[in-house]
T-cell receptor
Framework: GQQVMQIPQYQHVQEGEDFTTYCNSS?????IQWYKQRPGGHPVFLIQ?????EVKKQKRLTFQFGEAKKNSSLHITATQTTDVGTYFC???????FGQGTRLTINP | NAGVTQTPKFQVLKTGQSMTLQCAQD?????MYWYRQDPGMGLRLIYY???????DKGEVPNGYNVSRLNKREFSLRLESAAPSQTSVYFC??????????FGPGTRLTVL
């Protein structure tokens, strides 16, 4: 079945540094979604990418969908303490979630 | 507009006991989902319902049953709980395959 792998599993940065998480699928995806989960909270939708090569920005967050629609990335510029949490990608119609990247930040 | 609500928030069961987790949404979404989340892992789909009256197995359905009672409600039942079912359970809803809205979760411990 479809598998979605996410790396790294953990990332610790100094406040102000950039952060990137990568998502790779074993199969071509019709779309990919990104979610953020704060510690003790529930996943919250960030964005959905549908088109090959698509790039979308939300303030300091940049999302990319690969040309082959098998990989995606989330890049955060100049992290802030409010960015702490676990970031998940999820692919296809019956969402298959990656394991997530847990981001911690040293203020 | 409460979004997605789940009850209970916490539950402790003994091995072999049964229970039903309740989920309701007030956004008129057609699709609803049940996930489990274990420490350090992503969310794994247990069952989903694409529309009222239909249910389908997800990645980890063994030991669970579901009921789509109406468009608003989707319940998850554990008939005979096992320690391996200790987890956080999230219900979610969406329009078709779009953005999923998650409930606050149920933290279940099976002793």
């Amino acid at each position: 079945g479809q598998q979605v792998m996410q790396i790294p599993q953990y990332q610790h940065v100094q406040e102000g540094e950039d952060f990137t998480t990568y998502c790779n699928s074993s199969t071509t995806l019709s779309n990919i979604q990104w979610y953020k989960q704060r510690p003790g909270g529930h996943p919250v939708f960030l964005i959905q990418l549908v088109k090959s090569g698509e790039v979308k920005k939300q303030k300091r967050l940049t999302f990319q969908f690969g040309e082959a629609k098998k990989n995606s990335s989330l890049h955060i510029t100049a992290t802030q303490t409010t960015d702490v949490g676990t970031y998940f990608c999820a692919g296809a119609q019956k969402l298959v979630f990656g394991q997530g990247t847990r981001l911690t930040i040293n203020p | 507009n409460a979004g997605v609500t789940q009850t209970p928030k916490f539950q402790v069961l003994k091995t072999g006991q049964s229970m039903t987790l309740q989920c309701a949404q007030d956004m008129n979404h057609n699709s609803m989902y049940w996930y489990r989340q274990d420490p350090g892992m992503g969310l794994r789909l247990i069952y989903y319902s694409a529309s009222e009256g239909t249910t389908d197995k997800g990645e980890v359905p063994n030991g669970y049953n579901v009921s789509r009672l109406n468009k608003r409600e989707f319940s998850l039942r554990l008939e005979s709980a096992a320690p391996s079912q200790t987890s956080v359970y999230f219900c979610a809803s969406s329009w078709l395959a779009g953005e999923q809205f998650f409930g606050p979760g149920t933290r279940l411990t099976v002793l």
